[in-house]
């Protein structure tokens, strides 16, 4: 069964500055890999995924993963965050169940910028 | 409108009471979730149906039960609500493999005093 582990439950970062969220999978099949954010008090938002070709994807306000197949390892990254960054990041693994796919959740981690 | 429509978004209820979370969705997916957040568990899957005829247990689908009204509604139950069913719910609906990914409703936030 595939499963997600997010290395981070918690990630304080300061304004402008670089982060990398942590996410690896076990899968012994292809997958696909997402990442969702929740902003305080909201539903769950689709950032980015990875179904095939470049293992480089990007999302609109700039934050971006990377596919290692090698590693298992799909990590979150912004070269510069702001404080409209804060929230609640979960990355997710399509898998594979008796009748079809359902997605998969890692716990979660929680970005706090701060000035 | 939203895609996915989640009610109610608040809910108090008292132990041992009956209790059903609805949903619907406007995307024309066949597939649709139940998902129960906690703080430091992320979501976890409660039941799924990838069409009207189908129905599957997730992960933690003790004490809840779903119904399949339509392609567009899928409703969750709990019977005899307890405190650990205290948590934020979300439906969600995908196409079919979730290449497109998967979208979520609002969610329902579920207080069992």
């Known amino acids: 069964a595939q499963s997600v582990t997010q290395l981070d439950s918690q990630v304080p970062v300061f304004e402008e500055a670089p982060v990398e969220l942590r996410c690896n999978y076990s899968?012994?099949?292809?997958?696909?890999l997402f990442w969702y954010v929740q902003y305080p008090n909201q539903g769950l938002q689709l950032l980015l995924k990875?179904?095939?070709?470049?293992?480089l994807v990007e999302s609109i306000n700039g934050f971006e993963a990377e596919f290692n197949k090698s590693q298992t390892s799909f990590h979150l990254r912004k070269p510069s965050v702001h404080i409209s960054d804060t929230a609640e990041y979960f990355c997710?693994?399509?898998?594979?169940?008796?009748?079809?796919?359902?997605?998969?959740f890692g716990k979660g981690t929680s970005l706090l910028v701060t000035p | 409108d939203a895609d996915v429509t989640q009610t109610p978004r608040n809910r108090i209820t008292k132990t041992g009471k009956r209790i059903m979370l609805e949903c619907s969705q406007t995307?024309?997916?066949?597939?649709m979730y139940w998902y129960r957040q906690d703080p430091g568990l992320g979501l976890r899957l409660i039941y799924y149906?990838?069409?009207?005829?189908?129905?599957n247990k997730g992960e933690i689908s003790d004490g809840y039960s779903v119904s399949r009204q339509a392609q567009a509604k899928f409703s969750l139950s709990l019977e005899s609500a307890i405190p650990n069913q205290t948590a934020l719910y979300f439906c969600?609906?995908?196409?079919?493999?979730?290449?497109?990914?998967?979208?979520f409703g609002s969610g329902t936030r579920l207080t069992v005093v």
């Open positions: 969600a609906t995908s196409d079919l493999d979730g290449a497109r990914g998967y979208t």
């Open positions: 997710a693994v399509n898998a594979f169940t008796n009748s079809g796919y359902a997605l998969n």
């Open positions: 149906s990838f069409d009207v005829k189908d129905i």
């Open positions: 899968s012994s099949v292809s997958v696909y």
């Open positions: 990875y179904l095939s070709g470049s293992t």
């Open positions: 995307k024309g997916h066949d597939r």
